[in-house]
Antibody, heavy 121, light 111 residues
């Protein structure tokens, strides 16, 4: 059974860097894209970006200048860093397995439970 | 690509059908003849879950009362007979081009 577990600091000060990790179990890190999505309070879902085990990334242009994603296949872990955060970055952050292959597509079929991040001094 | 949904709020009666519309600002039809449109449901207090991919393919474990249809720019999610457990916010998402984009969500509640 594939499981994803996000973890992070919970509270981040404005202008600092938000760092999150997603631990993956029950699935090969090399078989899928790994995506990050967030949901600000009272708003809808926003795609942040995704990465492949090769290190290939694709980011939302609205966040690209502040965003870094990485993967550590030896730890079965994907990471997200978002710098210069503001209150607008307050959200529940989810990681999800995203299966988009050349010959088939299955969408974001497994999600973590999410981790809440509040940006406040 | 901008996604819109209607209605944004849908009160439903258990046992009755329900329908949500999703519209894309650009065609989601790929040259491989698949429409890259997904439907997700976020139940209260839970993470989003995949219901439908490629416009009409039900995800594993999704009840057959859920069905997706449409092509190009116009898509519909139908629930043949609503059950109490179907409450939550339904999102469509285009996956043809990055940035991937979700619709604003349709909140479904029991009347």
């Amino acid at each position: 059974q594939v499981q994803l577990q996000e973890s992070g600091p919970g509270l981040v000060k404005p202008s600092e860097t938000l760092s999150l990790t997603c631990n993956v179990s029950g699935a090969s890190m090399t078989s899928s894209y790994w995506s990050w999505i967030r949901k600000p309070p009272g708003k809808g879902l926003e795609w942040i970006g995704y990465l492949f085990h090769t290190g290939r990334t694709d980011y939302n242009p609205s966040l690209r200048s502040r965003l870094t994603m990485s993967v550590d296949t030896s730890k079965n872990q994907v990471s997200l860093k978002l710098n210069s955060v503001t209150a607008a970055d307050t959200a529940v952050y989810y990681c999800a397995r995203y299966r988009d292959y050349a010959e088939s597509y299955f969408g974001m079929d497994v999600w973590g439970q999410g981790t809440t991040v509040t940006v406040s001094s | 690509i901008v996604m819109t949904q209607s209605p944004l709020y849908l009160p439903v009666t258990p046992g009755e059908p329900a329908s949500i519309s999703c519209r894309s600002s650009h065609s989601l039809l790929h040259t491989n003849e698949n429409n890259y449109l997904d439907w997700y449901l976020q139940k209260p207090g839970q993470s989003p879950q995949l219901l439908i991919s490629l416009g009409s393919n039900r995800a594993s474990g999704v009840p057959d009362r859920f069905s997706g249809s449409g092509s190009g720019t116009d898509f519909t999610l139908k629930i043949s007979r609503v059950e109490a457990e179907d409450v939550g916010v339904y999102y469509c998402m285009q996956a043809l081009h990055t940035p991937l984009a979700f619709g604003p969500g349709t909140k479904v509640e029991i009347k």
